[in-house]
């Protein structure tokens, strides 16, 4: 009689958590239905959202590497150039709250003679949205991080090349999206 009291219990127990399974689907499927404004106006959409892709940090912001001459025995600023597509602008540096991510230029290794100074970033704007409770410190648009090298004396002619990385958080209005690490190499022709 005990075996069939058990396997009565464990068919309940069964038949509740198929009961539970099914109707956690359901909710699921409920919730994830599509926008009915984007099934009707897709022109309304983001190109990117409408075609499925997802969006990335690489896919709004933009970089190419700087170049720059400086005389050996002085000093040069560079420029690293960041176009942000409109529509979506990244955390400032510094980050309004500590736990943003904020736009960061890391120097790599440079050749011998030539040294980088800190990272210089632009003044930022201040801006309110739809995911934050207070105004944000952001970059949009078209953004110079400015560098400067110093060159000694002794540092051999030519073009040399130095490795940074940009990391880089893109968000629109709404949402943030994965943060991405931009990497460049700063190209110095030594005179």
Request: with cysteine.
């Amino acid at each position: 009689m005990d075996s069939k009291i058990a396997t009565h219990n464990v068919t309940r127990i069964t038949a509740r958590l198929l009961l539970f399974a099914c109707l956690s689907l359901f909710i699921v499927a409920g919730c994830s239905k599509s926008d009915p404004k984007l099934a009707n106006n897709p022109e309304d959409a983001k190109p990117d959202l409408t075609q499925g892709k997802r969006i990335s940090s690489l896919d709004v912001v933009r970089s190419a590497d700087p170049r720059i001459e400086i005389n050996a025995g002085s000093s040069g600023e560079v420029g690293v150039h960041l176009m942000i597509q409109q529509g979506y602008h990244i955390n400032a540096n510094p980050p309004t709250y500590p736990y943003l991510r904020a736009t960061k230029l890391t120097v790599g290794a440079t050749p011998a003679g030539i040294s980088a100074g800190p990272v210089v970033y632009p003044k930022s704007l201040r801006r309110k949205f739809g995911f934050a409770e207070e105004p944000l410190d952001v970059y949009e648009g078209e953004i110079d991080l400015k560098l400067t090298l110093k060159v000694d004396k002794s540092t051999p002619k030519g073009e040399t090349f130095i490795p940074v990385m940009i990391e880089v958080q893109a968000c629109d209005d709404q949402v943030c999206y994965a943060p991405a690490i931009i990497n460049l190499m700063i190209r110095p022709t030594i005179k």
